[in-house]
């Protein structure tokens, strides 16, 4: 799996966007880059994943550059329950069955 | 729709008891795992299984067994428990390696 780069912590504001970015400079052509994220106490949960094209969910928007090399989630309209750990993870299909989260991203949601 | 289901939710252990951590999905996915996630660390892979009669373990397997003999269950045997398997215990599912994973509330373990 490729490594990823994500930033320690970030703060947003409650209603705003929250954007969240991620650096994956080694990612190879047949690698997708997922995010999940992890609610204090909580299991992680799943939020989306693409290959090249962007995505959008109910959840949330993966915008991946044109290189592939970075991605960023975007939170159209935190709350307070958007406090969490998010995890950015790039893995092929079929590269075994381990999901690397890493230290993640600690996103503070304020009022 | 359950999803998956991770029982129970707190246990203390004393150093050298044994226990089973119960986990079920009802979703008929494939492929099941256990991870374990230590105070501000990501989570490690302990076992997984790609099916029923199939297991394999992954990074951190040592003083765990595990076992499938049904799609719905996938329980985690601590054999003999040390303070070192102190830790908050994840279950998932999913139905193959592309798709997303499910994950359990977790099972927090303290071994004194």
């Known amino acids: 799996d490729a490594k990823t780069t994500q930033p320690t912590s970030m703060d947003c504001a409650e209603g705003r966007a929250a954007n969240l970015p991620c650096n994956h400079s080694?990612?190879?052509?047949?690698?997708?880059v997922y995010w999940y994220r992890q609610i204090h106490s909580q299991g992680p949960q799943y939020i989306i994943h693409?290959?090249?094209n962007n995505e959008t969910n109910e959840m949330a928007s993966l915008i991946i550059t044109e290189d592939r090399k970075s991605s960023t989630l975007i939170l159209p309209h935190a709350t307070l329950r958007d406090t969490a750990v998010y995890y950015c993870?790039?893995?092929?299909?079929?590269?075994?069955?381990?999901?690397?989260f890493g230290k993640g991203t600690s996103l503070l949601v304020t009022p | 729709n359950a999803g998956v289901t991770q029982t129970p939710k707190f246990q203390v252990l004393k150093t050298g008891q044994s226990m089973t951590l119960q986990c079920a999905q009802d979703?008929?996915?494939?492929?099941m795992s256990w991870y374990r996630q230590d105070p501000g660390m990501g989570l490690r892979l302990i076992h997984y299984?790609?099916?029923?009669?199939?297991?394999d373990q992954g990074e951190v397997p040592n003083g765990y067994n595990v076992s499938r003999s049904t799609t719905e269950d996938f329980p985690l045997r601590l054999l003999s428990a040390a303070p070192s398997q102190t830790s908050v215990y994840f279950c998932?599912?999913?139905?193959?390696?592309?798709?997303?994973?499910?994950f359990g509330q977790g099972t927090r373990l303290t071994v004194v």
């Open positions: 299984s790609v099916g029923a009669g199939i297991t």
């Open positions: 693409g290959l090249k």
């Open positions: 998932a599912s999913r139905p193959s390696l592309g798709t997303e994973a499910f």
């Open positions: 080694t990612i190879s052509g047949n690698e997708y």
């Open positions: 993870i790039v893995r092929a299909l079929n590269s075994g069955y381990a999901l690397n």
């Open positions: 979703m008929n996915h494939e492929y």
